[in-house]
T-cell receptor, first 112, second 113 residues
């Protein structure tokens, strides 16, 4: 298995533009997590899905953020409109439900 | 509020010596603890874990100790190698599973040759 695949690896966009981050979890994993890494807050959970159903989105900072998981092999995190303070590294991770989660390589987002 | 705390943002250790990274948690419901290692421009990768029913788990050069009464865990790396230089994240999970890991802010370890 290729592991968790995220795209794009890097994204530079202008303030106000829509940004979509993509994630393909490991096949057979039924939990998917979106995390954001910043210097100030470390790795913070944004939202997670179990069996494609959103369970907890309380970590989503604002209504500008939304996430979907239309099927077991794909998830998106969308920011509309984007702002400079959204600049961070966004990680997707998947797991079988207990214990270890496997992370993708992340998307480094820069909003100018 | 930070449920998992890594109070040392950075640590420098000489090659061959022991590295000790510390982690404290506040939520007594956590029953499983993990350490992840992260290199620049890569995602965190799992290193070692421990269940709350144990107080020690060892894997080669890496040992994790858990003190439940103090709500404290530590990662020992011995001997430290330059390739161990990375950011180390402590994480915790609460039952019954299918819940997300809660991470600390990380400690940057530098092993000096």
């Amino acid at each position: 298995d290729a592991g968790v695949i995220q795209s794009p690896r890097h994204e530079v966009t202008e303030m106000g533009q829509e940004v979509t981050l993509r994630c393909k979890p490991i096949s057979g994993h039924n939990s998917l997590f979106w995390y954001r890494q910043t210097m100030m807050r470390g790795l913070e959970l944004l939202i997670y899905f179990n069996n494609n159903v959103p369970i907890d989105d309380s970590g989503m900072p604002e209504d500008r953020f939304s996430a979907k998981m239309p099927n077991a092999s794909f998830s998106t995190l969308k920011i509309q409109p984007s702002e400079p303070r959204d600049s961070a590294v966004y990680f997707c991770a998947s797991s079988t439900g207990t214990g270890e989660a496997f992370f993708g390589q992340g998307t480094r987002l820069t909003v100018v | 509020d930070q449920q998992v705390k890594q109070n040392s943002p950075s640590l420098s250790v000489q090659e061959g010596r022991i590295s000790i990274l510390n982690c404290d948690y506040t939520n007594s419901m956590f029953d499983y603890f993990l350490w992840y290692k992260k290199y620049p421009a890569e995602g965190p990768t799992f290193l070692i874990s421990i269940s709350s029913i144990k107080d020690k788990n060892e894997d080669g050069r890496f040992t994790v100790f858990l003190n439940k009464s103090a709500k404290h865990l530590s990662l020992h790396i011995v001997p430290s190698q330059p390739g161990d230089s990375a950011v180390y994240f402590c994480a915790a999970e609460r039952p019954p599973g299918n819940t997300p890991l809660v991470f600390g802010k990380g400690t940057r370890l530098s092993v000096i040759a």
